[in-house]
């Protein structure tokens, strides 16, 4: 083989690697592996034969009657109810007026005649209490200390009418009494990962 021929060869295979790598040039080679959307994947109905044989033949791009829309589907399989139809029991309609017996007894039964109106601001109250100790534990394990606090409160008029007495005056706006900010020692673990 001559010294050209071996050259072109290698550069071919060299082409061939480096062109089998990009992604865009897979894709339009068709080398990808292409999934469906799972999200836009729609079931379709069963081609049957119609009980009734005088039906006209189906217009070509018109939905099919037997399947609906995406939406009437779902609302029949989360509803159990066929899209045109409206529920059995409209929600509005369900007052303490129109509870069956059954329903009344049954629901006296359970206690839910002496429910706390308010239970819902108790319970995100003790949830909110819960994590904050959550919270403080979770530092302390990991910080090996206490969480800091978050350290001098500055009125922002009195800070504004120094700041403008300062700059009127023509001196450094850090002279006086300025607030600084104190970095917190770091934690002896703290910053290794």
Sequence with gaps: MTRSLTMRLVTAAALVLVVGGCEGIRQQLGLNKQAPDEFRVVARAPLTLPPDFTLRPPKPGLPRPQEGSPTQQARKAVFRAEPDQPPAVPVAAVTPDTRSPGEVSLLKAAGADKVDPQIR??????????????????EFLVFWRQKDPYGEVIDPIAESKRLREVTALGKDITAGQTPTIKRRRKALFEGIF
Excluded at 130 to 138: I, K, V
Aim: proline share 0%; net charge negative; charged share 35%.
């Design 121 to 138: 601001m108790l319970i995100n109250r003790e949830t909110a209490e819960l994590n904050a100790a959550d919270e403080d534990f979770l």
